[in-house]
């Protein structure tokens, strides 16, 4: 418990910090769109390639173990989608946030550091996998979903291509393969712009929960809390179960590593649900109000499977 607080106090006082700060005459929402910005095109982007710039994959990778992993996650999200278009009649677009955000997790600004303090440094190879191929699907998942609802009007014919241009028009998907590219050719960054990459990444996290924070006066959470609650209960409690049972029941998977994917899969929403809602300018209340209140609740759940899992 003392590990998860002061893992979460952090991260809530920067959304509060950032919500604070358009009280003053120096913030106001604009500069909270105009920091997401700085944050989708470029600190994360940046970051992302740098990870996968250096990312060293095994040999033999366990698809037992990534499987029993992302197959619970696309499983959740087209239940998120499901969900979102019976309860609320939701549109394709509004209907992908609400899988995203029911699917993806917080698993870098507090799986890290938690994974490692709970399970040690033998959980650095399997939590590595997991994080390697976290970005790279769901994002591309969610991005292809958006696009084909935004583009709902257009003639069948030209739903490919404009899926196309919205793939390649996402800073984040294209850093993700540059990086993957520039990975597989051999390459490596120079020290000083490794380290110019390093400091922006830095920056992401940081600036992405206080553009939230300050996004918060743009919308009314009460009202979207029903929604968020669709995401919070499938990211809480169903995708580790799922994890779980794929990993313990379908696929043969090292004991050892089951809880490191159970509890991965048990992050909160992640900040990034939020950022492509800002991007795509859907679902954005739905998505500030998942990540604010699952953090939350995270130090009971994430504690209770913890627990669990001995």
């Known amino acids: 418990m003392p590990v998860l607080v002061d893992l979460i106090v952090p991260i809530f006082g920067l959304i509060l910090f950032g919500y604070a700060a358009t009280f003053t005459p120096v913030f106001d929402q604009a500069a909270g769109r105009a920091l997401a910005a700085f944050v989708f095109w470029f600190a994360i982007p940046i970051m992302l390639f740098r990870n996968m710039a250096g990312q060293q994959l095994p040999a033999v990778l366990p698809w037992g173990y990534l499987l029993s992993y992302y197959l619970s996650a696309l499983l959740v999200f087209a239940l998120g989608m499901a969900a979102s278009r019976l309860l609320f009649a939701a549109p394709l677009e509004e209907q992908a946030i609400t899988g995203f955000g029911g699917s993806y997790g917080n698993v870098v600004l507090m799986g890290t550091p938690l994974v490692l303090a709970a399970f040690g440094p033998q959980a650095t190879l399997p939590f590595f996998l997991i994080l390697s191929f976290h970005s790279v699907l769901m994002f591309t998942v969610v991005t292809v979903v958006v696009e084909l609802g935004q583009g709902g009007g257009?003639?069948?014919?030209?739903?490919?291509?404009?899926?196309?241009?919205?793939?390649?028009?996402?800073?984040?998907?294209?850093?993700?393969?540059?990086?993957?590219?520039?990975?597989?050719?051999?390459?490596?960054?120079?020290?000083?712009?490794?380290?110019?990459?390093?400091?922006?990444?830095?920056?992401?996290?940081?600036?992405?929960?206080?553009?939230?924070?300050?996004?918060?006066?743009?919308?009314?959470?009460?009202?979207?809390?029903?929604?968020?609650?669709?995401?919070?209960?499938?990211?809480?409690?169903?995708?580790?179960?799922?994890?779980?049972?794929?990993?313990t029941r379908l696929f043969t998977v090292d004991p050892a590593w089951v809880p490191v994917a159970v509890i991965t899969a048990a992050m909160p929403c992640g900040v990034n649900s939020y950022l492509f809602a800002e991007r795509y300018k859907v679902g954005q209340a739905e998505s500030a109000a998942a990540i604010l209140v699952s953090t939350g609740l995270s130090v009971v759940t994430m504690s209770l499977i913890l627990g669990w899992l001995g």
């Not at 030209?158 to 800073?171: C, D, E, F, H």
């Not at 990444?201 to 609650?229: D, E, H, K, N, V």
Request: one cysteine or more; hydrophobic letters at 55%.
């Open 154 to 247: 257009s003639e069948l014919r030209l739903l490919p291509k404009r899926v196309g241009q919205g793939l390649v028009k996402n800073p984040i998907l294209v850093a993700l393969g540059g990086g993957l590219v520039f990975h597989w050719l051999g390459l490596s960054l120079p020290h000083a712009v490794d380290r110019w990459a390093e400091l922006i990444g830095q920056a992401a996290g940081p600036c992405a929960l206080f553009s939230m924070g300050a996004s918060l006066r743009a919308y009314r959470i009460g009202g979207a809390m029903s929604r968020a609650a669709v995401m919070m209960a499938l990211k809480l409690l169903l995708l580790p179960l799922l994890v779980w049972l794929l990993a």
